[in-house]
């Protein structure tokens, strides 16, 4: 393991890496940034006052619909630690992607769609498995065979979401190539940059890095099912509004593997 990290650490460092930063946030973003971070926080507090029991819905909920079996879904999906936003009612792209997320661990094809089998799930879940349960109490674990990110603070499953990793495809950028993989192994955050902040292959917004400045869990636009980053793990637009405010950087332990 330590060697993969050496050629994919010090080597890329000279053949385009992913995720370097070549300028920090923009002016005016931090402030925004930090808004929106608190707006967020309400919201998952808002989301986590739920019914003693979720009670399935007559219908298959999928993205689109709303109504008050959605809210139900969302209240349901809060409780476990998934971030569907506010309980609104609304089945949009922040509900989808923790139905993603909630449909990755409980092992069932990641549809969206919330169907008998799904809704049975959320009446009796599988709870996360923890990979390093003594890693620490504030730890973050990514795993890149289920797709998700496991946040634990005080040893407590605080936070499950959706991921893209790396892709595992060969790029060209700047006159190197690399492959675009995500690092597996131990690692601690270093540094948070906050807002948007270019990098070599695009954007990132919110970044918590994990090796130096090179890689780092980071929002974006686009976080399908698929992994399509160049190496970092890219999470939800939603997510990492807060994510930065659940972790202290530097020093939280960040464990990612198969």
Not at 20 to 42: D, E, Y
């Amino acid at each position: 393991m330590t060697r993969f990290l050496h050629i994919n650490v010090a080597v890329a460092g000279s053949i385009a890496l992913a995720c370097i930063a070549l300028a920090g946030a923009a002016p005016g973003i931090a402030s925004a940034a930090g808004q929106a971070s608190q707006t967020a926080t309400a919201q998952v507090a808002a989301a986590r006052v739920t019914s003693p029991t979720y009670v399935p819905a007559g219908r298959t909920l999928q993205y689109g619909m709303h109504g008050n079996d959605v809210t139900a879904l969302q209240q349901r999906l809060a409780q476990l630690e998934y971030y569907p936003g506010p309980a609104d009612g609304q089945f949009g792209a922040d509900t989808l992607e923790a139905v993603w997320a909630f449909q990755e661990v409980q092992g069932l094809s990641a549809d969206g769609a919330v169907g008998p089998l799904t809704q049975h799930m959320l009446v009796s879940p599988r709870a996360p498995q923890p990979h390093d349960p003594d890693g620490g109490a504030l730890r973050v674990e990514v795993n890149l065979n289920l797709r998700v990110l496991l946040l634990y603070r005080d040893n407590k499953l605080a936070l499950v979401s959706h991921v893209s990793a790396g892709g595992g495809y060969y790029y060209c950028s700047g006159g190197s190539c690399a492959y675009a993989v995500t690092p597996t192994g131990s690692f601690t955050t270093t540094v948070f940059m906050p807002g948007w902040v270019t990098v070599p292959l695009g954007q990132m917004y919110n970044p918590v890095f994990f090796i130096d400045t090179a890689y780092a869990i980071h929002g974006d636009t686009y976080v399908p099912l698929q992994p399509v980053s160049h190496g970092c793990v890219r999470i939800p637009m939603d997510i990492a509004a807060f994510f930065h405010t659940l972790v202290t950087t530097p020093g939280t332990p960040v464990y990612i593997y198969n």
